[in-house]
């Protein structure tokens, strides 16, 4: 067995400045506590109800997509590129990840979260509420097989389930039709309650 990953395998700590950098990019990065990062998403889901879910949603997607720009321009090859940054997302804490499916091309993909972060300590719902990760996972996929993906989260930690799941089909359309899985399920879902799905939001191709 080969030596198990470390977290400086990913960031490296600057005591001097008080700074914390990516190992591949040498970009700067931030902690957000976990406590925090709930009371963040209660407060907009208090304040903008069903429009709550979207807003985590939409500051998730250029995050994703931001992620994916900085890792391409060290890495061309999309297995290892979605693999790192699975890895890297482990490493900064938000769960344990892996993606399967389509990784050459981008058709088809799966991610799932174990002890997902932005699960931490939130009380049971009956709908997804990973809106943010549901944006990262989006931002990513578009950006890195240049195509729209309709992006939708299957199961959730937060429902019950042993983990959290997102799934990305490539889309043939900037907008995803109307009997879409993400749009069928924002249809059926309860107002006020928090569903994360793409919307067909596109990430602009560079």
């Not at 960031?11 to 008080?18: A, F, H, S, V």
Request: overall charge negative; charged content about 20%; glycine content about 8%.
């Amino acid at each position: 067995m080969g030596e198990l990953t470390k977290l400086t395998d990913f960031y490296r700590l600057d005591y001097r400045i008080g700074a914390v950098f990516n190992e591949v990019t040498e970009g700067r990065v931030q902690l957000i506590p976990a406590g925090a990062w709930k009371v963040l998403r209660a407060r907009l889901v208090h304040d903008f109800e069903e429009r709550g879910p979207r807003a985590m949603f939409e500051l998730g997607l250029p995050l994703g997509s931001s992620f994916a720009d900085e890792l391409m321009q060290h890495i061309s090859d999309p297995v290892v590129l979605m693999r790192r940054l699975t890895d890297m997302a482990a490493a900064a804490g938000w769960g344990i990840f892996s993606v399967v499916g389509d990784l050459q091309y981008g058709s088809q993909l799966t991610v799932t979260a174990a002890n997902c972060v932005f699960c931490e300590n939130q009380e049971m719902s009956t709908s997804p509420q990973c809106d943010f990760l549901v944006g990262t996972v989006k931002g990513i996929v578009d950006r890195v097989y240049g195509a729209p993906h309709e992006v939708w989260e299957e199961s959730c930690a937060a429902m019950g389930d042993s983990a959290c799941q997102t799934i990305a089909e490539e889309s043939t359309e900037e907008l995803m039709s109307p009997d879409s899985p993400a749009i069928r399920s924002l249809v059926n879902a309860p107002l006020g309650v928090a569903v994360a799905k793409s919307l067909g939001v596109a990430v602009a191709k560079s």
